[in-house]
């Protein structure tokens, strides 16, 4: 089955001409709106993403710079405590031989010395012979490092191991001792004193450098926070202790800050219930594990480009947009005048064609006039597919019936053979 054509007219004609173009410019317009969108929400992105890699790169900077600064502080500590450790051995010695120039020294003689300057100080001396590994002073001490040690050695066996150990490494001995514990650090040094088979030595005071190494660490963060663009905060993850958190020289406790802050909530309780799955590698933080210590640093910067970023952005897409919607303006208004140049057009064309559709039905009417008044036969042919027409009078006037002749050829077979020749030749010439 076949579908018919449909026809247009000229009014059809007019109307998609009119139509048409709006709605492909409206579809047009929503459609470069949706790109543009997309457009500039990419860049928008890509943007936002090299901004916080340039943060990133600056707090890691600026951090690494804090770091090194800090561990300067750190061995200075250490080399503050040296010193003050050498100066009592120092003067330790200067008193044992002060009284050795007048009498063979027993330990006796500097008992109370030792006893006053240890409740003066808080430091813990260690006297031994080297010869009978005999402890003279700081048994408690010596077994205070069994402790550390984790040593499963008797005490006695203990005491003369940890002893030949500390005769071997020699003399102007300095070793650290860690105390896994309660997660500090003391100091030892060591002399011997050959003239009298002794080896005298001095522990620094309990949590001490951890104490120092604490203080460097804030005034650190005080002093560094205040020449850049932002600042650095600390975490005790062993006492859930927050300093400098809100860039004020203040102690916090986590949990007011875990209850304010999203943004560290999950550093904090991963440093808190998972310290010994955690290491430097961390971005922008700096983990003091050996102390449960943290550190890291907090910028302004991001926070501002960023505004400053999406701010942009969004003028671009303002503008893009406006421009977009004069463009579409100036594209109606040529649309309505060219519909309107169109409509006049097609006004004029259809007054012209009534004209003449009024014109040949006037002819049409004369010419039916004519020929019922002229009473004549009249006939016509199309010579596309060779069809004639004869009116009644000339089927009348000859005797024929409708429909008898049909074509040219029914018609040259009634005409007589000698006048057909003839006939085609003047059909053939007109």
């Given amino acids: 089955m076949f579908l018919r054509k449909r026809f247009y007219s000229l009014h059809d004609i007019k109307k998609q001409i009119t139509i048409i173009p709006p709605i492909f410019l409206l579809i047009l317009s929503i459609i470069a709106f949706i790109v543009t969108a997309i457009i500039v929400d990419n860049k928008l992105q890509n943007e936002l993403e090299l901004t916080k890699q340039k943060d990133n790169f600056y707090k890691k900077e600026v951090l690494n710079n804090y770091i090194a600064d800090v561990k300067y502080n750190a061995n200075a500590v250490f080399d503050d405590e040296e010193i003050v450790l050498r100066k009592y051995i120092y003067e330790l010695k200067g008193y044992i031989k ?102 005298i030595g001095i522990f620094s005071k309990i949590d001490d450098i951890k104490v120092e190494l604490k203080r460097a660490i804030f005034e650190s963060i005080l002093t560094k926070s205040k020449v850049i663009d932002g600042h650095f905060w600390f975490y005790d993850y062993l006492n859930n202790i927050v ?18 802050n999203e943004e560290d909530k999950k550093i904090l309780n991963l440093y808190y219930n998972h310290p010994d799955l955690l290491n430097n590698d961390v971005e922008n933080i700096y983990n003091f594990s050996k102390y449960h210590f943290l550190v890291t640093v907090k910028t302004n910067s991001f926070k501002h480009k960023k505004a400053e970023v999406e701010k942009s952005f969004q003028n671009k897409l303002i503008t893009i947009i406006l421009i977009i919607f004069a463009v579409v303006i100036v594209i109606v208004i040529f649309l309505m005048a060219f519909t309107r140049f169109i409509t006049t057009i097609f006004t004029r064309y259809n007054k012209r064609l009534e004209m003449k559709n009024n014109m040949f039905k006037i002819w049409k009417e004369r010419y039916e006039l004519a020929i019922i008044a002229s009473n004549d036969g009249l006939w016509d042919i199309t010579f596309k597919d060779n069809t004639i027409f004869f009116s009644n009078k000339w089927l009348e006037m000859f005797g024929y019936q409708n429909g008898d002749i049909k074509v040219l050829d029914d018609w040259f077979a009634l005409i007589h053979k000698d006048d057909k020749h003839l006939l085609q030749e003047k059909f053939s010439k007109h």
């Fill in 98 to 199: 002060a009284i050795a120039l007048n009498k063979q020294i027993a330990y006796k003689d500097i008992d109370n010395y030792i006893k006053d300057i240890e409740e003066q100080d808080r430091v813990k001396f260690v006297i031994y012979n080297t010869r009978t590994n005999e402890i003279l002073h700081g048994d408690s001490i010596i077994l205070y490092l069994q402790t550390l040690t984790n040593s499963k050695l008797k005490t006695q066996k203990f005491k003369e191991s940890i002893l030949k150990n500390i005769t071997h490494l020699g003399n102007e001995n300095l070793q650290y001792w860690i105390d896994h514990q309660r997660r500090s650090i003391r100091l030892s040094y060591f002399e011997k004193l050959p003239s009298i088979e002794w080896s």
């Fill in 243 to 260: 300093f400098n958190y809100y860039n004020k020289a203040r102690a916090y406790d986590l949990e007011d800050i875990l209850k304010e």
